[in-house]
């Protein structure tokens, strides 16, 4: 059993309401993104991650700024077996006072992923589209992303000398995982991965591998699309497996709105959310990622009764 895979070119309403029904999960062909940039992203992310553990320092990520390198983020409060570049926009919030850009010293490397991160977020913006049209809504769903606060993440998983195994349960009794299970924040995340697999999605009770598809990204439903919907699609719990003898190469895109965004379900029949203010979430959800706050902040803090 595998994801949908649905085509951007001839993206059928129908098609798309399924998917994000049954999986919240589907591959994606007919992006138009070229070949070319794709390999050259995957091939400048290895090349960064490659660097010296002292240079990549050089920008680390810090409380103030979300925006760096980083190798001891936090998932469900345990430490992922991962490193990660986040490149993201200069707005900051009280907590995030010092919200910028670090740019490795690499040629070449700011243009390509600058390139890419245009790419992708033209390519979400199609999609929120189309997830508005396929819930029935007349608002235009790409408005709270006129000024945003998407981000781009370069994630490399190296190899690992204990991981879990494939079939482990939420969290393992034995051996690690690249990322621990959960639902991604934001509205979607559009997936660039290496030929190496290693995301899973939950569903049926069981994990299912998400295998690369070639001249596709993987693109996944997040929690802001599942308050749009009143839960009508499920934002999918995900999660990815290290590995003992390869490493691995991934680099999602990940819509979000403007802080001031307030969200809630697009209907007024029984709704199942108050409303959510973006900001003060995406600041709850970034604290516990970088250091052990408590539990996460989850939408279904929010839920009515």
Known sequence: MSIPILDLQSLQREALDKACREWGFFALRGHDVAADLVASALTRTREFFSTPLAEKNHIRRSASNPWGFYDAELTKNRR????????????STARMSDARTQWPALPGFESCLTELQNAMHAVALELVSALGEALGST???RAPFVEHTSFLRLNYYPTCPDPAPADADFTPAEGQLGISHHTDAGAVTV????AQPGLQVYRDNRWHLVEPFA???IINIGDIVQVWSNDRYRAPL????????????SIPYFLNPAYDYDYAPLT???PRYRPINW???REGRMAGDYADYGQEIQISDFALA
């Open 80 to 91: 992922d077996w991962k490193e990660i570049l986040d490149i993201g926009p200069a707005i």
């Open 139 to 141: 608002a235009d769903l």
């Open 191 to 194: 997936l660039l991965q290496d």
């Open 215 to 217: 001249d596709a990204f």
């Open 238 to 249: 995900h999660r990815v497996l290290a590995n003992g003898s390869v490493d691995r190469i």
């Open 268 to 270: 007024d029949a029984s």
């Open 279 to 281: 900001g003060e979430f």
